[in-house]
């Protein structure tokens, strides 16, 4: 009984890290915490939608979502975001809220607000454990959360523009002088910013629904997932994306926590945020 | 620039003039908004009364939120959950106690401003954005809350659910039980919240605040306790949410679970900034923003979607270009006209 929930909590908890990873690969290359990225992954999910229904094949749905999603966040990134660089992280988070809801405006006008469900291939194939059924949908959530964490960790770590990402994400303006092309290096952070909104677009609109305002506010959960690494470490987003998934799947079996299942990731993340207060306190150093 | 550059580049946060001439000038919000509300009060028709009558409230909340954003720098985005925590609070007071409607106003602000502390506070310590990022779980996690436990509409128990057929309005205050006298009083208790705001910014507060906002090394070394008086900012922010929501039940009579999910307050704190954070009249502009603009474009069957879209294209334009918001583009626009025609005569 519970293993049918843990596979259940997997498949979405996969799409919250993956999203949490977006968010924090973005925020320690450009220090922009992205609350558009709901917006960007539901809107690359339409795109999806659209060629779905005209009889294309999944794959071009896949990379029409990822081209829409790469491209709306580059968008911002090379136009706004270095208007709003200079001022205070919070701004340049409030800036991309702005984003977000011209987005979400849009897609409400053009596609309603009637919400439906994208269906893929892929959840017709499906493998069993212990009796539940594993979809292969699910398992191509957690192998791209798990390509998405490898990929950008070793650029990270073993390549010039990892580098140049490291070097930016600790002081934007010493950077600069020290040659690092800070334009081009930050619209990397949203190329990837974008295509990880692309791929969670998708797999939302498939395992939860496909509306413009529930995808772009899920973007919640996500935030849950890397306020608890600190927004920095992608390991930590990620296990904590697909704990946020699991329990809030595995809290179904309790009836009387039932109804607060989708609570458990902002009042874990306030805990964390209390247990970072409370060490910022101890050590007398603010964070 | 940061947002304390920001907001002192603003020239709508300069001091107050010495003296009494800090108070006098705030007689013009009371008259203002009386003058707005006796035109209402004649013209309009019931239908746009009502709408009215819930954008003081939600300029109520507002004036909080351009409290912490405009005076601190401060960003919460749980403003709009801290309303629906006093809109609860208020209904079930009212419901189980009968009690006056002042008290549940009291009593609404009082237990709003509480929890929103008890979760902000500890977020003070950190950078400004973990306090944005703590305010907005906190919007998630009521969203989920209310959503089960729904408003209380007349029934027992703690949670004071109702069936349907026995289902109660939570009662008005005596002295304004019409349509027309609610929303005169909601005018006027906003008017006070404005005063109360404006009347910290020019006292020992405001001047504590200004400190912090000009750096927190310079305010703990000119003795201002950093915390206490962010914390008071947060608890004056919290108090006004409460009674807002107060409000909004009072005039609704009840109120709906889901209305309250984390994107309202979200979209409230973004309109804050497009109103205007460091003027009192910003906070007015947002209430129109959020209710009143959303039923004009209802009335000429315009998409409501497009509104929110043009909310998202004036919140960027106001970070990029407007820090001041509409409210300080229209202070700008009036004094220039002054200064002309002072020019003229």
Known sequence: MLLSFVISGLGVGAVYALSGVGLVILYRTTGVLNFAFGAIGALGAFFANEVLNAGYPAVLGWLCSIGAGAAVSCLYGRLVAPLLAPRDPVVRAVGTLGFALILLGTMGWYWGDVPRRLALPSDAIFFEISGTRLTLTRIVALGFLLSVIASVTLTLMYTRLGLAMRALADDRRLSSILGVRVISVELTGWLISGVSAGICGVLLANLVRLQALHLTFLVIPAIAAAIMADLSSLAITAVAGIAIGVIEACLTLWPLLAPYRTAAPFFVSLLSVFFLAFRAHQSGRPR | ?345
């Not at chain 2, 985005?77 to 009291?106: D, H, T």
């Not at chain 2, 001047?207 to 008071?232: C, P, Q």
């Not at chain 2, 906070?283 to 998202?312: E, H, K, Q």
Request: charged share 10%.
């Open chain 2, 1 to 345: 620039m940061t947002i304390a550059e920001a907001a002192v580049s603003d020239a709508r946060l300069e001091p107050p003039g010495p003296g009494l001439s800090r108070y006098t000038d705030l007689l013009i919000i009371p008259m203002f908004l009386a003058a707005a509300a006796g035109g209402v009060a004649v013209w309009a028709n019931g239908y746009w009364i009502v709408t009215l009558t819930s954008a003081t409230a939600i300029a109520l909340a507002a004036s909080g939120t351009a409290l912490l954003y405009g005076q601190l720098g401060l960003v919460s985005l749980c403003q709009y959950s801290l309303l629906g925590i006093g809109g609860w609070v208020a209904l079930r007071l009212s419901f189980a106690f009968a009690l006056p409607f002042e008290i549940n106003l009291l009593a609404a602000g009082v237990a709003s401003s509480v929890i929103g502390m008890l979760c902000g506070v500890p977020a003070l310590r950190l950078r400004g954005l973990y306090l944005a990022l703590v305010t907005l779980m906190l919007a998630g996690g009521f969203q989920v809350v209310i959503g089960a436990w729904g408003f209380p509409d007349g029934g027992a128990g703690f949670f004071g659910r109702a069936d349907a057929s026995q289902r109660l309005l939570m009662a008005r205050p005596a002295i304004a039980v019409s349509n027309g006298a609610y929303f005169l009083y909601s005018t006027a208790v906003l008017a006070f919240g404005l005063l109360v705001s404006e009347f910290h910014r020019r006292t020992k507060p405001g001047r504590a605040w200004a400190l912090i906002r000009a750096g927190e090394t310079t305010a703990l070394s000119a003795g201002v306790n950093v915390l206490f008086y962010k914390a008071w900012a947060f608890a004056l922010a919290g108090f006004f949410a409460g009674v807002a929501g107060a409000l909004l039940a009072g005039g609704v009579g009840q109120l709906d679970g889901r209305a309250f999910p984390a994107s309202e307050s979200l979209n409230l704190f973004a309109l804050t900034v497009v109103g205007g954070a460091g003027h009192w009249l910003g906070p007015v502009i947002t209430g129109l923003l959020l209710r009143a603009v959303a039923s004009l474009f209802t009335d000429y069957g315009i998409d409501g979607n497009i509104a929110i879209a043009c909310f998202g294209l004036a919140l960027l334009h106001s970070l990029v270009v407007a820090p001041s918001g509409l409210a300080g583009q229209v202070i700008s626009l009036l004094e220039r006209f002054g200064r002309r025609g002072k020019g003229g005569a």
